[in-house]
């Protein structure tokens, strides 16, 4: 989906890097400019800042492995992976979530059968499924990585219906623990609403009626006014 605002990073790397004081942006197409001035930068809007990773010491070793091994075949973010199935089960292959999501990326059902696995107890299996759906994702939203983990917790629909991310407080909550997993932090801009709809009908009888939901059945002249 086009996100029209542009999504501005900023490094904040260790002193004396190589990078320490630059503004790195991705744009709309998800493209990393990399920049020495703030010309444009809007304080206002989302933003993503880098800080010393927190999951490098708590990824079982098997895991580990296991993940480094599928995120190179699927050329994918080892980071985004290893994050997202801390943030999802804590790498407990039996976790099992309220709404029924199992495993190390706790997948649904529906997910598992899209990537054609069948026992979601699977490590392997549910790992490498894991994988291609971050991959798909990654794909679709051109490496935004808020974008990426919304969908991956509220699913692509919600994404759609809201333009963007969801003003749901979970999916908030779990994009920014993912990102600090991820070494990064998020802020998040006010939510955009979708637009609704004003329709004006007027009825067989010839009363008029302003309203943003239609009857089931209607006789008359119907006019979208917003």
């Known amino acids: 989906m086009k996100h029209e605002a542009t999504v501005l990073l900023i490094a904040w790397l260790s002193t004396g890097s ?50 480094q091994s599928l995120t190179q075949k699927h050329d994918l973010r080892e980071d985004l992976v290893i994050a997202v199935a801390k943030a999802e089960s804590s790498f ?20 598992a059968q899209q990537y054609g696995v069948f026992n979601r107890y699977n490590a392997h299996d549910n790992l490498e499924a ?22 991956y917790n509220a699913g692509e629909k919600s994404v759609q219906k809201y333009n963007g991310i969801p003003p749901y407080p ?21 939510t955009v609403r979708p637009k609704t709809k004003i329709y004006k009908y007027t009825t067989a009888a010839g009363k008029t009626i302003i309203t943003d939901t239609l009857p089931d059945e209607i006789a008359g002249h119907i006019e979208i006014i917003n």
Do not use: C, W
Request: without cysteine.
């Open 130 to 151: 894991g994988v291609k759906h971050l991959k798909y994702l990654y794909q679709k939203y051109n490496g935004n990585i808020p974008l990426i983990l919304a969908a």
């Open 170 to 190: 979970e999916t908030k909550q779990y994009i920014r623990r993912v990102m600090s997993l991820m070494g990064m932090s998020y802020t998040f801009s006010p």
């Open 92 to 111: 407990n292959p039996f976790a099992v979530s309220p709404k029924g999501a199992v495993g190390l990326m706790q997948l649904m059902k529906s997910t």
């Open 18 to 67: 190589l990078f320490a004081g630059l503004i790195v942006r991705q744009d709309k197409n998800g493209h990393i400019i990399l920049t020495n001035t703030i010309e444009g930068f809007n304080p206002k809007k989302n933003k993503i800042t880098f800080k010393p990773s927190s999951y490098s010491t708590t990824i079982p070793t098997q895991y580990k492995d296991k993940i």
